[in-house]
C-alpha cells in the first residue's frame, strides 16, 4: 500500500531531491547561494547554529483529570519522518509555558506555539480576547461556558494553528500567577504579540495581540530552549512516554 502511494505522490510532485540549493539576499542585498547541499547537511551547518532541535522541549497544557501535569506523553500512530524524532509533549500548568514563553522573549528568541484558533477572534482587527465580544448582551450568558479540560475532553477544542511569539507585555506587581515552588511571581502578564502566517494583509500587518485570558483558555503547546526551563521540568523529558489514543487533540498539530 506505501509503495502504491509513494508512487503515485512521485508521479504527481515529482521525487525528493537529494541535494538543494538554497538561494536568499544577504542584509547588503548580496545574492547568495549555499549548495548543493542535503537536507540534513544544511540543518548541520545553517540552521543547527542558530536553532538546536535537540535542545528544545515541546511543553504542552493538558489539564484534562486523566493526563497529570508532570508526565511526557505522546500519541499513538503520531510522526511521519522516517529517522525523526518522536513526537513527545511535557504536560505542564500553564503558568510554567507562561514563564518559559517570557525567559525566552526576554532572550530574544522567538517562541513557536499551538493553538485553538478562531476561538473569540476579530479576524480584521487580529485580536484574541475572551472578551472582544460581548455575549453577556446578546445572548445572557458569558462564555466560555466549558473549562479547558472539559472542551479538550467532549472535542469541543483541540489545536488548529501555529504561530510564533515576538513579545510580551507584562507589569510589575501582584499576581495569580507562582512558580514551581508555589512562591508567587512578581510579575502580571497582560498581553502577547504574535506573528501570524496569513500575510501581511491581515490583522496589524501579519500581526495579532493575544490577551493573557485568552492564552490561558486556548494555548496548548509552546516549544522553547531547555535553559528556560528548570531541572525539576527537563526531568519530565526523561520518562517513558503515556502513549495517548490516535486522534486525541493533543495530536492534532502534529498529524
Not at 66 to 83: C, D, F, K, P
Not at 131 to 151: E, G, V, W
Request: glycine letters at 6%; proline letters at 4%; hydrophobic letters at 35%.
Amino acid at each position: 500500500m506505501m509503495k502504491e502511494l509513494h508512487q503515485i505522490v512521485t508521479t504527481c510532485l515529482g521525487s525528493p531531491p537529494e541535494q538543494i540549493t538554497f538561494e536568499y539576499y544577504d542584509v547588503n542585498k548580496q545574492n547568495k547561494k549555499i549548495g548543493p547541499i542535503s537536507p540534513i547537511e544544511f540543518y548541520q551547518q545553517v540552521v543547527k547554529p542558530v536553532f538546536n532541535i535537540d535542545n528544545k522541549v515541546c511543553l504542552v497544557n493538558d489539564p484534562r483529570a486523566s493526563n497529570a501535569y508532570g508526565r511526557l506523553y505522546t500519541v499513538e500512530y503520531l510522526g511521519n519522518i522516517v529517522g525523526g524524532q518522536k513526537t513527545r509533549y511535557n504536560n505542564q500548568p500553564i503558568r510554567v509555558l507562561k514563564q518559559a514563553v517570557y525567559d525566552s522573549i526576554v532572550a530574544d528568541e522567538a517562541v513557536w506555539f499551538g493553538v485553538d484558533f478562531g476561538k473569540h477572534m476579530h479576524a480584521k482587527y487580529g485580536i484574541l480576547d475572551l472578551k472582544i465580544f460581548d455575549t453577556q448582551l446578546y445572548f445572557n450568558s458569558n462564555f466560555p461556558c466549558q473549562t479547558k479540560a472539559s472542551r479538550l475532553a467532549y472535542g469541543e477544542s483541540l489545536m488548529t494553528h501555529a504561530m510564533v511569539f515576538t513579545g510580551i507585555h507584562v507589569e510589575k506587581g501582584s499576581s495569580n500567577d507562582t512558580n514551581e515552588n508555589n512562591q508567587s511571581t512578581d510579575l502580571q502578564f497582560i498581553r502577547y504579540r504574535v506573528e501570524n502566517s496569513h500575510g501581511d494583509d491581515k490583522a496589524d500587518k501579519g500581526y495579532v495581540v493575544m490577551t493573557d485570558d485568552w492564552f490561558n483558555e486556548y494555548l496548548y503547546e509552546v516549544v522553547v530552549d531547555k535553559k528556560h526551563l528548570s531541572n525539576e521540568v527537563l526531568a519530565v523529558v526523561e520518562q517513558e512516554p503515556i502513549c495517548l489514543k490516535a486522534w486525541d487533540p493533543m495530536g492534532a498539530l502534529a498529524d
